[in-house]
C-alpha cells in the first residue's frame, strides 16, 4: 500500500517570494505523482504530474515539482508567488495494485500575504 | 480534453431524504471512476470505486447501503445518498481516469448540506 504525507499543514508566505510545499510517499510499487489545487469550494485542478522521465516536472502557473527518488519526495516550487496562489494543494500518489488507486496527502495551506 | 462534471454543485436537503449526485466524463469514456468525501480543511477520502457495468468496490468503513454507486454507461456514475442524516454533510467530489498521460481528472465537487 502507498501513504502520502505533506509535511506542512499551512504555509504563510510573501508576495513575490519564494515558497515549497513538502511532500513524501512511500510505496512498494511504482507510482505516479501528482499536485493538485483547490480553491474554496471547489474541485480539485491538476497543477502538474510526474509521470515518467525527466524529475523536474513543470506545471501549470508558474509552479514546478522534482521527483526524487532516494528520497522519495516530490516538492512543488514557485519562484515568486502571487496572492491569488493561496488555496489548498494536495499531493496525491497512484499506483497499480490490482486496479488503479489514488491516495491523496493531507492538504497543504499556502496563504500569500501582501 | 479530459472534463468531468458533476451536478449538482450544492444541494439541501432533509433529514431522512435521498439525494443523488451525477459524475458524468464529457468528452472521454470512463470504465472506472472514483467517489472521495471531503470533510473541512481535510484532504480527500476515498469512498468508492465505481466500475461501468458492475459493482462499485467500497472502501474500508464505509456503507454500501447508504451510498449507493451506479455506473450504468461508460460516461456517467451516480452517487445516491440515502435516508440522508446532518452526519452525511460533506463535500462529495468524484474523479475519472481517462489515461496515464492525463492521470485523474476531478467533478467540481458536490456540497451536500443536510438539515
Known amino acids: 500500500a502507498q501513504s502520502v504525507t505533506q509535511l506542512d499543514s499551512q504555509v504563510p508566505v510573501f508576495e513575490e517570494a519564494p515558497v515549497e510545499l513538502r511532500c513524501n510517499y512511500s510505496s512498494s510499487v511504482s507510482v505516479y505523482l501528482f499536485w493538485y489545487v483547490q480553491y474554496p469550494n471547489q474541485g480539485l485542478q491538476l497543477l502538474l504530474k510526474y509521470l515518467s522521465g525527466s524529475t523536474l516536472v513543470k506545471g501549470i502557473n508558474g509552479f514546478e515539482a522534482e521527483f526524487n527518488k532516494s528520497q522519495t519526495s516530490f516538492h512543488l516550487r514557485k519562484p515568486s508567488v502571487h496572492i491569488s496562489d493561496t488555496a489548498e494543494y494536495f499531493c496525491?500518489?497512484?499506483?497499480?495494485?490490482?486496479?488503479?488507486?489514488?491516495?491523496f496527502g493531507a492538504g497543504t495551506r499556502l496563504f500569500v500575504k501582501a | 480534453g479530459a472534463v468531468v462534471s458533476q451536478h449538482p454543485s450544492w444541494v439541501i436537503c432533509k433529514s431522512g431524504t435521498s439525494v443523488k449526485i451525477e459524475c458524468r466524463s464529457l468528452?472521454?469514456?470512463?470504465?472506472?471512476m472514483f467517489w472521495y468525501r471531503q470533510f473541512p480543511k481535510q484532504s480527500l477520502m476515498l469512498m468508492a470505486t465505481?466500475?461501468?457495468?458492475?459493482?462499485?468496490?467500497?472502501e474500508q468503513g464505509v456503507e454500501k447501503d447508504k451510498f449507493l454507486i451506479n455506473h450504468a454507461s461508460l460516461t456517467l456514475s451516480t452517487l445516491t445518498v440515502t435516508s440522508a442524516h446532518p452526519e452525511d454533510s460533506s463535500f462529495y467530489i468524484c474523479?475519472?481516469?481517462?489515461?496515464?498521460?492525463?492521470?485523474?481528472?476531478f467533478g467540481s465537487g458536490t456540497r451536500l448540506t443536510v438539515v
Open positions: 465505481s466500475n461501468e457495468g458492475s459493482k462499485a468496490t467500497y
Open positions: 496525491a500518489v497512484t499506483a497499480y495494485t490490482g486496479g488503479f488507486k489514488t491516495i
Open positions: 468528452d472521454f469514456q470512463a470504465t472506472t
Open positions: 474523479s475519472a481516469h481517462r489515461d496515464s498521460n492525463y492521470g485523474y481528472t
